[in-house]
């Protein structure tokens, strides 16, 4: 199988990319269903034993039973990490073991795909978070993941909050004055970015002088607030001087797939992933520009069978190897959640999921 991880991150048409795909994820279908009885038992139960031959054939989970089963192919002894989703309090959490490998490609494919984004170089790093978010390693939720996935991407870190989430006003005008004149990178989720780092921005006076800001997450609650992408890039923008600003995709089931906004303002999967839209009532996949469910896929996952997984997320594929310059393959918006209405389909899993 050709080496995914060395091929250019948006450089793949998308016919090559869709051949290249389908091989990959049928042989990563094979590898789980030898390696995790219960995944081989949904797939035969739901009626998937011959192999796929296209990427819309792959065999694909409801992303919510990660939050009611425990899913691996490998040996509890090979498990380096478990990965906790976020959740709101109350709501139950997805759990993803990684062993060395899978947890090493996901970083491979991180540094990849962010460094498509912003060069060679290592810049100075503002992570718009608390530090106390990482004293435990072992067991990580999906915004630690984040910053830790990130982290490496940058030098002479700096953590812009407290552990009360305001900004470090005195340290941050520091870290200014020491990086004056030079490119800086930031990371943060799209919430905190936006309630508890820009309004304290503005309020103290500072402002970037040449930034890139990196973020993802958090677009439930700004959507209640009817802060849309174009609204919040102009607000940090007027409140912090970021001249950059690239919001990504991604999830805790797929950690170092993600999606990343070009500067045409849709998300693009890199050579290693992709996505299908499918009909919420059918399942099956829609034309390009209708919406409907996102589903995902991924090379990266080996220790948990998390390589094809339907959202709860609706979206739309705006164009395939359209205008946008470097960037093959399918351009899409993310569009909001699926209703509370459950989807055709997830309930026969769940219940193939207990019998398992």
């Known amino acids: 199988m050709t080496d ?14 869709d051949r290249l795909l389908a091989d990959g994820l049928a042989e990563l279908t094979r590898h789980h269903r030898a390696a995790c009885p219960a995944y081989d038992r949904v797939l035969s139960a739901l009626g998937h034993d011959r192999a796929a031959e296209r990427v819309e054939d792959i065999p694909f989970l409801p992303v919510s039973l990660f939050k009611s089963h425990r899913l691996a192919s490998v040996p509890d002894g090979e498990i380096v990490k478990i990965l906790t989703s976020s959740g709101t309090t109350g709501q139950a959490v997805s759990r993803i073991v990684l062993d060395r490998e899978t947890a090493h490609r996901q970083a491979q494919a991180l540094a990849i795909i962010m460094g498509a984004l912003l060069g060679p170089e290592r810049l100075p790093m503002v992570l718009i978070d608390s530090q106390s978010l990482l004293r435990d390693r072992a067991s990580v939720n999906a915004r630690a993941a984040g910053v830790l996935g990130m982290m490496p991407l940058g030098r002479q870190h700096f953590f812009a909050l407290d552990g009360e989430m305001r900004l470090d006003v005195e340290g941050l005008r520091g870290f200014l004055e020491k990086f004056r004149g030079q490119r800086v990178l930031l990371f943060g989720f799209t919430y905190i ?16 002088e040449d930034a890139i800001l990196v973020h993802s997450g958090g677009w439930k609650k700004l959507a209640e607030e009817a802060v849309d992408n174009d609204g919040f890039k102009r607000a940090i923008r007027e409140r912090t001087g970021i001249g950059r600003i690239h919001n990504f995709y991604g999830m805790a089931e797929q950690v170092g797939s993600v999606f990343v906004e070009g500067e045409d303002g849709l998300l693009y999967p890199p050579a290693f992933a992709d996505i299908v839209i499918r009909n919420p009532l059918t399942l099956r996949p829609v034309p390009v520009g209708e919406s409907g469910v996102v589903q995902v896929l991924s090379l990266l996952p080996r220790s948990y069978p998390g390589h094809s997984l339907l959202t709860e997320d609706l979206g739309r594929i705006v164009h395939v190897d359209g205008a946008a310059p470097g960037h093959c393959g399918k351009g899409f918006v993310i569009e909001g959640r699926v209703p509370r209405a459950e989807l055709r389909g997830c309930s026969d899993v769940a219940a193939r999921m207990e019998e398992a």
């Not at 995914?4 to 990319?17: R, T």
């Not at 508890?196 to 402002?207: S, W, Y």
């Open 4 to 17: 995914f991880l060395q091929l250019p991150p948006y450089g793949v048409p998308q016919p090559q990319k």
């Open 193 to 208: 970015v936006w309630k508890h780092f820009a309004p304290a921005m503005a309020e103290a006076g500072l402002r970037f």
